[in-house]
């Protein structure tokens, strides 16, 4: 497998050998800045099954549409004219991402939403309702929690979307979004609870790659294969 290379905001890996596909990736919060570091484990073992992977590197802000649509235009002008399987994954804030994007699903083969989190800007920023009481503001994502579920009602016409919940995510909301999803006609979203929390799917290997095997803890490899191996599966049915 080939090293990671930086092509601007985007992070690219390819697979060992003929790709079987692009996963376009968008992770969540802080996370997000490093792809290549905070998913590493991750998106490493999907490119072993054959994805080549684009990762956006980005901070997040108020304006979610606006970050929707400037990653949709540069997943687009990085993706070439490969006639292989597009799939687009997403983390926590990722999946509202890719679930705004512009073209609304229409030009991938699915979606696999991890751990999709849509709090307002006071519960996901705590300090944010302290300061709007002191000097009278609110401030709030665009569009809002609700706005977004409404968008992907009415907007979003991707049929295939993989939900996945981990047992012991205490900021998951993916019950919400699978509901919006399966209330659209013809829809085929499925839901999957696997074990873990809101960061499993966020392993670097750090430990690892700095103290060598003896710091590293084995589990969070194999969890890190088997949530590759559920989603090359899932993609597999497209």
């Known amino acids: 497998m080939t090293a990671w290379r ?3 905001e985007l992070w690219r890996l390819e697979p060992p050998g003929r790709p079987r596909g692009l996963i ?3 992770g969540g919060s802080y996370l997000a800045a490093t792809p290549q570091l905070s998913y590493r484990r991750c998106l490493e073992a999907l490119a072993t ?21 400037a990653a949709w235009r540069l997943f687009r002008q990085q993706r070439g004219e490969a006639a292989f399987p597009l799939i687009r994954l997403g983390h ?11 073209d609304g699903g229409r030009r991938c083969d699915g979606l696999v939403a991890l751990s999709f989190n849509n709090f307002s800007a006071e519960r996901s920023i705590p300090f944010l309702a302290e300061l709007g009481q002191q000097f009278r503001f609110r401030s709030e994502f665009s569009p809002s929690p609700e706005d ?8 979003y016409s991707q049929p295939r979307n993989l939900v996945v919940r981990f047992s012991r995510d205490t900021i998951d909301q993916s019950g919400r979004l699978i509901g919006v999803l399966q209330a659209r006609a013809g829809d085929a979203s499925t839901l999957l609870e696997l074990p873990g929390d809101h960061l499993t799917p966020a392993s670097g290997g750090l430990r690892k790659q ?10 969070r490899q194999r969890s ?8 090359s599966a899932w993609s597999g049915t497209a």
């Open 224 to 231: 890190m294969e088997r949530l590759a191996e559920q989603i």
């Open 24 to 26: 376009e990736f968008i």
């Open 92 to 102: 926590s804030l990722g999946c509202k991402l890719h679930l705004l994007a512009p």
């Open 49 to 69: 099954r054959g994805w080549r992977i684009h990762a956006w590197s980005y901070v997040p802000g108020f304006d979610h549409q606006a970050q929707a649509n």
């Open 148 to 155: 977004t579920l409404r968008q992907i009602g009415s907007s």
């Open 6 to 8: 930086q092509q601007g």
């Open 210 to 219: 700095f103290l060598g095997e003896w710091a590293d803890d084995p589990a």
